[in-house]
């Protein structure tokens, strides 16, 4: 089921507020901060830039399925519901394939919980370091996690929780190899 056709996704991104990063303490993570406000005007062009020539790569989906979008719910609304609760438009983040928005709730210049929805409905969300103030270990997925009880509280009646089957092969299952010994993982448990 596609849960996506009224508002192509452009559209969409610029309904939704930008988050705005809180000015950080300490002299070294104010430098960082002030290197971002100079440089987030062009950074999606050279990222995308970059992306279109292979000098990076970015051909997966993240890992930790939420779930799927309720039924009877539109994903305008569901926007709409987590902007009134500090989240904003994460302009800065890759595209992942299918996504049709990724946003984010700043819990500190150094921290972040992140979304993406997809054209299919399906809601992935993790907990991580901001790309601003860490960002080879945002870019090396150090210190990420599930959090999955804290999206499921904050998300409540929005979101159809994912099974545990869809929770194990949705964590970046990136080969045929990787399926296998993802579903393997599970039937094991």
Same mark, same amino acid.
């Given at each position: 089921?596609?849960?996506?056709?009224?508002?192509?996704?452009?559209?969409?991104?610029?309904?939704?507020?930008?988050?705005?990063?809180?000015?950080?303490?300490?002299?070294? *993570?104010?430098?960082?901060?002030?290197? %971002?406000?100079?440089?987030?005007?062009? $950074?999606?062009? %050279?990222?995308?830039?970059?992306?279109?020539?292979?000098?990076?790569?970015?051909?997966?989906?993240?890992?930790?399925?939420?779930?799927?979008?309720?039924?009877?719910?539109?994903?305008?609304?569901?926007?709409?519901?987590? #902007?009134?609760?500090? /989240?904003?438009?994460?302009?800065?983040? /890759?595209?992942?394939?299918?996504?049709?928005?990724?946003?984010?709730?700043?819990?500190?210049?150094?921290?972040?919980? $992140?979304?993406?929805?997809?054209?299919?409905?399906?809601?992935?969300?993790?907990?991580?370091?901001?790309? #601003?103030? $860490?960002?080879? %270990? $945002?870019?090396?997925?150090?210190?990420?996690?599930?959090?999955?009880?804290?999206?499921? #509280? #904050?998300?409540?009646? %929005?979101?159809?929780?994912?099974?545990?089957?869809?929770?194990?092969?949705?964590?970046?299952?990136?080969?045929?190899?990787?399926?296998?010994?993802?579903?393997?993982?599970?039937?094991? *448990?």
């Amino acid at each position: 089921m596609v849960y996506w056709s009224y508002m192509d996704s452009t559209a969409l991104r610029q309904s939704i507020p930008d988050s705005v990063l809180p000015y950080p303490k300490g002299a070294y *993570n104010r430098s960082k901060y002030l290197f %971002w406000k100079v440089i987030t005007p062009f $950074h999606n062009y %050279w990222r995308d830039l970059l992306l279109s020539l292979g000098v990076l790569k970015h051909e997966c989906r993240q890992h930790y399925i939420i779930g799927t979008l309720a039924p009877r719910r539109e994903l305008v609304d569901f926007l709409k519901y987590l #902007e009134g609760k500090g /989240w904003g438009n994460n302009f800065i983040a /890759w595209k992942d394939q299918d996504e049709i928005i990724g946003i984010r709730k700043l819990e500190s210049f150094e921290r972040q919980y $992140h979304i993406r929805v997809f054209k299919n409905g399906e809601v992935r969300g993790h907990y991580e370091y901001t790309p #601003e103030c $860490h960002p080879r %270990w $945002h870019l090396k997925e150090i210190g990420m996690e599930a959090r999955r009880e804290e999206f499921l #509280e #904050e998300l409540g009646d %929005w979101i159809v929780p994912a099974t545990p089957a869809s929770e194990y092969f949705g964590a970046r299952v990136g080969s045929s190899v990787a399926a296998v010994a993802a579903v393997s993982a599970f039937a094991e *448990n």
